[in-house]
T-cell receptor
Framework: QQPVQSPQAVILREGEDAVINCSSS?????VHWYRQKHGEAPVFLMI?????EQKGHDKISASFNEKKQQSSLYLTASQLSYSGTYFC??????????????FGKGTKLTVNP | EPEVTQTPSHQVTQMGQEVILRCVPI?????FYWYRQILGQKVEFLVS????????KSEIFDDQFSVERPDGSNFTLKIRSTKLEDSAMYFC???????????FGPGTRLTVL
């Protein structure tokens, strides 16, 4: 069952912040975040494993709330290069470490000058 | 930096024809995947492959599809008799271990006429 992402789309001005949410109806083992630009492959951003950790690099960070079965991606002081569609991919393996990722429908982020 | 490569970048075929999409995963990776993305939609899992066999497949991956790792470096997806609805971008991905991130190749755009 695919995770639900919100919002579907967001438009920002350069320098503004955004939060993208990803929630699952099933217990999550891990959440993977990717950014995809038009006509290109998804590019890995970060992986969050079960345990409620928060991760980040540069001005992009993410949190993972295992109990709520959701993850959020935080983009601060957005840059033009952040534009693209953001996908979360979820792993719901109970055994830990499944084979596949199930992706949400994506959040289209547009950053304008 | 090592990367996943895919050939061809674009394949045009007639309905009913067979196509083979090729991928070279990152060399020390052990888990291999095929995903597809219909234009404007989310990334969908097709199949995962580990230890020279399919470990999981989706409902999309019916008898018309097959995968092979013929020589220890290439990973191929074959569609035996293409249908119009097979038109999509096909991404290969690989990961070193099940707790690691998946890296995507640049994709092959398949157009079935």
């Amino acid at each position: 069952q695919q995770p639900v992402q919100s919002p579907q789309a967001v438009i920002l001005r350069e320098g503004e912040d955004a939060v993208i949410n990803c929630s699952s109806s099933k217990a999550l083992y891990s959440v993977h975040w990717y950014r995809q630009k038009h006509g290109e492959a998804p590019v890995f951003l970060m992986i969050l494993l079960k345990g409620g950790e928060q991760k980040g690099h540069d001005k992009i960070s993410a949190s993972f709330n295992e109990k709520k079965q959701q993850s959020s991606l935080y983009l601060t002081a957005s840059q033009l290069s952040y534009s693209g569609t953001y996908f979360c991919g979820t792993d719901t393996s109970l055994a830990g470490g499944s084979e596949k990722l199930v992706f949400g429908k994506g959040t289209k982020l547009t950053v304008n000058p | 930096e090592p990367e996943v490569t895919q050939t061809p970048s674009h394949q045009v075929t007639q309905m009913g024809q067979e196509v083979i999409l090729r991928c070279v995963p990152i060399s020390n990776h052990l888990y291999f995947y095929w995903y597809r993305q219909i234009l404007g939609q989310k990334v969908e899992f097709l199949v995962s492959f580990y230890n020279n066999e399919i470990s999981e497949k989706s409902e999309i991956f019916d008898d018309q599809f097959s995968v092979e790792r013929p020589d220890g470096s290439n990973f191929t997806l074959k569609i035996r008799s293409t249908k119009l609805e097979d038109s999509a971008m096909y991404f290969c991905a690989s990961r070193r271990g099940i707790y690691n991130e998946q890296f995507f190749g640049p994709g092959t755009r398949l157009t079935v006429l």
